[in-house]
């Protein structure tokens, strides 16, 4: 089965020239993916013009992975110590409930572009913690590169969940196939570019979400970056099933 969120069904927030959107919108009740998919509870897209920030806030335990696509921020996490993170950087972190995060633009004249994806925590208590690697445009060409992984492999940021997070820039033409083991889900996000997956094309913006499939494969149609999340966990039947869901209309495959 294959759920597709196109990007004008996210969520959109402007104040002034700050803009957000939201795959996930947790304010919207009638929406089936108000609570995210599975493990992955948050995915949010920014731009921050200079000088501008955000506030990350949470009513539950998450972990936070930040991937600054373009730009430098200027973060303040749990640990309430200033730290930047900068153009094709990731960083993980940890919110709880009651605490705030905060990232700041630095620049005075470029936007900020980056993307925050948030995971419910596995058992035992959440510390704070921070921590971000560089993964650059070569590293991350034409192959998924692992970015967070439960148990930090192949030099990846290490999270507590049962979550593989992937990043790739592919050129037109190229093909890719991602095997899911029984039992596991995945989101694919397009950052920017468009790819057909599994018959469904996807633009910049746009996400899908697969469950009980054998593999994600794509084809990139132009020069293309995405972000894939490998998921452990069972997918919520109504996410499957709620017959008012406008995702139907838009590629629900059963």
């Known amino acids: ?28 009740e009638a929406d089936p993916l108000q609570n995210g ?5 948050i995915l949010n897209e920014e731009i921050l013009p200079p000088g501008s920030g955000f506030t990350l806030r949470t009513d539950k335990d998450m972990i936070i992975v930040t991937y600054v696509r373009e730009g430098m921020l200027i973060h303040i996490g749990p640990l309430e110590k200033p730290d930047s993170i900068e153009t094709k950087e990731f960083q993980q972190s940890t919110i709880t409930p009651g605490t705030k995060q905060y990232a700041f633009n630095v620049s005075q004249s470029e936007d900020a572009h980056v993307f925050q994806s948030g995971f419910t925590p596995s058992e035992g208590v959440l510390k704070s913690d921070v921590a971000k690697k560089l993964f650059t445009h070569a590293e991350r060409k034409g192959i998924l590169k692992l970015i967070a992984s439960s148990d930090g492999r192949e030099g990846s940021l290490l999270i507590k969940q049962d979550v593989q997070m992937y990043s790739t820039l592919i050129n037109k033409g190229n093909h890719m196939i991602h095997e899911l083991y029984p039992g596991r889900n995945a989101w694919l996000h397009v950052v920017k570019g468009q790819l057909l997956l599994n018959g469904h094309q996807l633009k910049t913006g ?38 008012q869901s406008k995702l139907e209309p838009a590629g629900l495959n059963s």
């Open 37 to 41: 998919f599975g493990m992955l509870k």
């Open 206 to 243: 746009d996400g899908a979400g697969l469950s009980n499939e054998i593999s994600v494969s794509f084809t990139a149609e132009e020069s293309t970056e995405i972000l894939l999340f490998d998921l452990g966990g069972q997918i919520p039947t109504e996410i499957k099933t709620n017959p």
């Open 1 to 28: 089965m294959i759920i597709v969120r196109k990007s004008e069904e996210r969520r959109h927030i402007q104040d002034k020239e700050h803009k957000t959107w939201m795959t996930f919108d947790q304010e919207n």
